[in-house]
């Protein structure tokens, strides 16, 4: 009994390419001996879950309290709003004009989570004269050594994520692709464990590993396709951009909560096991997108040119606006434990299921008046249509990318 | 939710049958065991450590710190059950601990603590109301007695029938309160059929009476009806109080209450004397129903054929609809034993109902008594001083004395008279059907009386007497009802039970009345309720009972704990098919599910 699992609440707007070109399509490619450091702040929240049908339920399942012989107490309904402050780091380089590498890692910076209690009385209880209040409840748990959670917890401060290190092909063009500014790109990426669990014992806590962002698998096959119709002397002003991509969890091994802290919300050792396992749950991805580029802005020949404006005028524009809807198709996650009744319950909302993230994106290239930076803001939304046993986590991002390169 | 429930055939030597049953089960004994005791029954039992080593000191002692009050207590009352008991259900529990991977202890502890939990309860449970008000006198303003003068006011009695008749329409009913802390008057509630009334309601005045000493130590509350009272009716009034203290040890603080009674009347007109009227309570809409069983069979049932029902509620606290399971024990091959099956819970050994091959179906309630075991151990300790008396019980659970049964019985006789051979720890109404047709209903103490009187002695056979008036659980020859009230056995404590409880609880600082149930259990007046429910659903569908009427009724909201409720039943003895429901809270709210022994019982 006690509460569930806390479900991953705030996955990360976390691409690990992408790339600032005047070419800004899903398969495109560094050039050749370029750096590229992307630096962002991301803050996002997440408040509901969608359950099996769709429907946008709090993201703790309510926990009725008994007292034995007593009745229902009450039941404890919890709407905890989850909010993640994050510094996302990714570093990119160009090892051929066709092939980049990179590496990213989510710092978290913390995580707070209200719980936000509220008690549903439950039976009368006649040797006090009243149901259970909130109270009353509290104080007979804590007769009992349990106490009250905080409403308030931090966690995951200063803590790094799972690391992904990718890379990134883009495949040679046939003469009809090149004709009609077609690309297509390969990526492969990976994620190591360095990222931190949750506490087994803490109610209000969540990790920050690839599985609790829930926002980039363990490994992940890509495949991208690339259409530049319009352009604008060496800038396309408008790209079209799909992907398909394959995301696999790893099943992971969790320690079970033997009520050291929460002695009557969270025991589960003894019965469960000292550990049960979480397979994740793979994901297949569609995605689209559309980049438009409405000011090119002033072209100069600086200090990053030797001079040369037409070499300037390769570089991005200065203001690209970008729409992306992706479609994430969840296999379920299953729950392994000596329980199967426990496991079962614990899955409850992680069973197949969908979410539709939509994201916009606008960048200011400072490269063509001579400042080798970009800056950019994203939006990300997963619950403007609703999705199925996810939680819709969004996203503000404020970022900075330098270019470098070194010869 | 889902719906959790198993059918575990057991086959072997009892040790064999343990070990199979230990590990085909092993997770959900464990999450049971977990969920049910670890996490709520013993630490909630952890709290009531002082009250009780206030006046058995014995259990300040360091075996009992540090939060093994319950567990330790438990434990030592299992063991003394446990030296009732014969080899074989020793060696089954010895399996089960191996086979799951607990220790014996903790399986002995699991086979034995709802009988002494039980028979703690009952105990608290008179404690804790015999601390607040009681209602001491009654009086109907307005009603005459025989000799047509005004009727004077009566000490009050807690009745399963009417405490006055014929009263007048317009008559104003007197209540008198006591409590040694005086009578909260904003506490009060009074119910009149379906009319509430509280504090500042017109209809209800109170006025605080005081003793010589000047100390108001009673209230008086007189309830004048806004609307007069139905003729030719009956009519029941419910009252509550709270004294003037805040009992603030164990958590949560709370005004100290009294057991709520129920008082009923007849108007004038209604032409019957007040033995022949029940009480059949109020439902005051926060309730919870206690269980309730029935047999019925001939004219009662659609084919002639006997069918016992049981809906049993007690303890679920969220957990342990998740380890219901039938067993079905095949006997050992030239034992002479019967096979039998019964509804219980992973890592039971017994259940609260369950039939044999041989067609002798039977289901258990519990019945509140303060004639347990628990008192009649005390009382062979008080020669020793309270400083060492300890509470043991010994004698057999209910389930295992049922199993027993299970295993020899022939008929529904048989099983009384085997019923009456074992000593038990705790009250049961315990209602058995044959394939026969015979309807039995056995009333079930301690037989905790320390001196030769002419109280009832352990069991009670309750069975139609030629009459309803003669009659208490039946309508006809064909029917048995029971709630969790003894209907016959009226009067099941001894006045010595009394004095020790008076040695005991004078210590503590507290004054109990110990009496019969229907004075102190809290069940009293809500079995009444049911019980009463219950005949008048047996009238209607008189003739028309089969297994999806059986079951139909042991659905009606009104019968039905949807907190508590543990498991569904309907046995049918003469075909050998047990349909159960169970696995979910209300076990009703799970799909119905058969099993017979004529198919082989797999």
């Not at chain 1, 401060?157 to 883009?170: E, F, H, I, P, Q």
């Not at chain 1, 396709?225 to 396309?236: K, Q, S």
């Not at chain 1, 524009?317 to 000596?338: A, I, K």
């Amino acid at each position: 009994m006690g509460f569930r699992h806390l479900a991953a609440a705030a996955a990360l707007a976390c691409t690990v390419i992408a790339l600032p070109q005047a070419h800004a399509g899903l398969g495109d490619s560094l050039p050749r001996g370029t750096f590229l450091i992307d630096a962002a702040y991301i803050y996002a929240t997440t408040s509901r879950q969608f359950d099996r049908n769709g429907k946008s339920v709090p993201l703790l399942a309510p926990t009725e309290r008994y007292e034995a012989g007593a009745g229902l107490q009450g039941i404890i309904r919890a709407t905890p709003s989850v909010q993640q402050k994050i510094f996302a780091l990714r570093v990119l380089y160009g090892i051929t004009d066709r092939l980049t590498i990179a590496f990213a890692n989510p710092l978290s910076l913390e995580t707070v989570i209200q719980a936000n209690l509220a008690w549903e009385p439950g039976d009368y209880q006649a040797s006090l004269g009243r149901p259970y209040s909130e109270q009353d409840f509290w104080e007979w748990a804590g007769s009992m050594g349990q106490r009250k959670p905080v409403n308030r917890a931090v966690s995951n401060k200063n803590a790094w994520g799972d690391t992904v290190v990718a890379l990134r092909y883009r495949l040679p063009s046939t003469e009809w692709m090149l004709a009609n500014n077609i690309s297509l790109g390969m990526t492969l990426q990976g994620a190591l464990p360095t990222g931190r669990d949750k506490n087994p014992e803490a109610l209000l806590e969540i990790g920050n590993t690839a599985w609790w962002l829930h926002n980039y698998g363990d490994a992940e096959a890509h495949l991208s396709i690339d259409w530049r119709p319009w352009w604008t002397g060496d800038v396309a002003r408008l790209t079209l951009s799909a992907e398909g991509y394959y995301a696999w969890l790893r099943t992971r091994t969790y320690d079970a909560a033997t009520g050291s802290r929460h002695p009557l919300l969270l025991t589960q050792a003894p019965y469960v096991g000292e550990t049960y396992k979480i397979n994740g749950g793979d994901w297949q991805v569609g995605r689209v997108q559309i980049e438009w580029a409405p000011i090119i802005g002033p072209t100069l020949g600086t200090w990053m040119t030797q001079g040369s404006v037409e070499k300037a005028r390769k570089f991005p524009p200065l203001l690209s606006l970008l729409v992306q809807y992706s479609f994430v198709n969840l296999q379920p996650s299953v729950w392994e434990s000596n329980y199967d009744i426990w496991s079962v319950k614990q899955a409850e909302f992680w069973g197949a299921g969908y979410k539709h993230i939509f994201a916009a994106q606008a960048t200011l290239s400072l490269l063509r008046v001579g400042a080798p930076m970009m800056l950019y803001v994203r939006g990300r939304s997963l619950d403007i249509l609703p999705g199925k046993n996810m939680r819709p986590a969004n996203a503000v991002t404020v970022g900075m990318r330098l270019l470098l390169k070194f010869w | 939710m889902g719906v959790y429930r198993e059918t575990i055939h057991l086959r072997g030597a009892p040790y064999a049958r343990g070990l199979d049953h230990g590990k085909r089960l092993r997770h959900r004994i464990r999450a049971f065991y977990t969920q049910v005791l670890s996490t709520a029954l013993l630490p909630n039992l952890n709290r009531e450590q002082p009250s009780i080593a206030g006046f058995l000191t014995h259990y300040q002692g360091d075996a009992y710190a540090d939060g093994k009050f319950s567990y330790q207590l438990l434990l030592e009352m299992a063991q003394s059950v446990e030296t009732q008991l014969p080899e074989h259900y020793k060696e089954e529990m010895r399996g089960i601990a191996d086979g799951c991977g607990l220790s014996y202890d903790q399986i002995l502890l699991l086979n034995t603590f709802p009988d002494t939990v039980l028979a703690v309860r009952a105990i608290a449970a008179t404690l804790r109301y015999s601390g607040g008000p009681s209602l001491v006198r009654w009086e109907v303003k307005g009603l005459k007695n025989a000799k047509g003068e005004p009727a004077k006011e009566k000490k009050y009695n807690a009745l399963a029938t009417a405490q006055a008749v014929e009263i007048p329409t317009d008559a104003q009913i007197r209540l008198v309160l006591s409590d040694a802390d005086g009578v909260d008057p904003k506490t009060v509630r009074v119910q009149l059929n379906s009319t509430l009334y509280v504090h500042g309601d017109a209809g209800l005045a109170m006025k605080q009476l005081t003793t010589k000493e000047g100390e108001p130590k009673e209230l008086e509350v007189i309830l004048t009806p806004t609307e007069p009272l139905a003729a030719a009716s009956v009519q029941a009034v419910m009252i509550s109080a709270a004294d003037t203290t805040i009992l603030a040890d164990p958590p949560p603080a709370h005004a100290r209450f009294g057991r709520p009674e129920t008082l009923t009347f007849t108007t004038k007109g209604y032409g019957k004397k007040a033995a022949e009227v029940p009480n059949k309570g109020i439902d005051d809409g926060r309730t919870r129903p206690p269980p309730i069983a029935f047999a019925v069979k001939g004219s009662a049932t659609k084919d002639g054929a006997p069918i016992l029902a049981q809906h049993f509620a007690l303890l679920d606290a969220g957990a342990a609809h998740e380890g219901t399971t039938l067993f079905v024990h095949h006997a050992e091959e030239g034992s002479g034993k019967s096979d039998h099956a019964y509804l219980s819970w992973a890592g039971l050994t017994w259940g609260f109902s369950g039939m044999s091959k041989r067609g002798v179906a039977w289901a258990c309630n519990f019945s509140d008594t303060l004639d347990n075991a628990i008192l009649k151990d005390l009382l062979g300790q008080l020669t020793g001083g309270l400083d060492k008396a300890k509470l043991t019980s010994k004698g057999w659970p209910i389930g295992l004395a049922m199993r027993e049964i299970s295993r020899e019985a022939t008929d529904s006789d048989a099983a009384m008279t085997q019923l009456v051979k074992y000593q038990h720890l705790m009250g049961w109404v315990c209602m058995v059907a044959d394939k026969d047709g015979k309807l039995r209903l056995a009333e079930i103490d301690a037989d905790a009386e320390p001196i030769d009187d002419n109280l009832p002695e352990g069991v009670t056979v309750v069975k139609w007497n030629g009459s309803p008036e003669n009659s208490p659980a039946s309508n006809t020859e064909d029917d048995l009802r029971a709630g969790v009230h003894y209907v016959e056995k009226t009067v099941d404590v001894d006045p010595l039970i009394t004095a020790l409880a008076t040695a005991l609880l004078g210590n503590a600082g507290v004054k109990v009345t110990i009496d019969s149930q229907r004075v102190v259990s809290t069940y009293f007046f809500k079995s009444l309720l049911v019980f009463h429910t219950l005949g008048t659903i047996l009238t209607e569908q008189h003739g028309k009972l089969d297994v999806p009427a059986a079951q139909a009724i042991l659905s009606d909201p009104r019968l039905v704990d949807k907190s508590d409720s543990m498991n569904a039943v309907v046995f049918e003895p003469a075909t050998g098919k047990i349909h159960h429901a169970m696995g979910a809270v209300p076990a009703t709210d799970a799909p119905w599910e058969t099993f017979s022994f004529a198919d082989g019982g797999q």
